[in-house]
């Protein structure tokens, strides 16, 4: 198994920025790649970034392009999330997840290992 463990959330005010830390530990040569979905209430759980682990290639949704920078220390088995010029919008809890695979980086059933999520609140 890979457990992660997502830390960095709080609150801030619009226009700020936050930077969302995941560290894996366990079987982490089963990573093929991390992504960060989030959930904001009454709504689902949606894709935000994603980084391949051995070759930094990397996706964002169209909603956070430009804004949040996806990167990750290979070292460190941990990934982050850059969150610059945050929005009200942006208010959810924040998963990072693992994945074996090297496609449908936005689908959420290809991701087998979660994280127990940090919430982020963005003030207007």
């Known amino acids: 198994q890979v457990q992660l463990v997502e830390s960095g959330g709080g609150l801030v005010q619009a226009g700020g920025s936050l930077r969302l830390s995941c560290t894996a530990s366990?079987?982490?040569?089963?990573?093929?790649?991390m992504g960060w979905f989030r959930q904001a209430p009454g709504k689902e759980r949606a894709f935000v970034a994603h980084i391949s682990w051995s070759f930094p290639t990397t996706h964002y949704a169209d909603s956070v392009k430009g804004r949040f920078t996806i990167s990750r220390d290979s070292a460190k088995n941990t990934g982050y999330l850059q969150m610059n010029s945050l929005k009200p919008e942006d208010t959810a809890v924040y998963y990072c997840a693992s994945t074996p695979y090297d496609s449908r980086w936005g689908d959420e059933d290809r991701y087998n290992y979660w994280g127990q999520g940090t919430q982020v609140t963005v003030s207007s």
């Open positions: 366990g079987r982490t040569f089963e990573m093929y790649a």
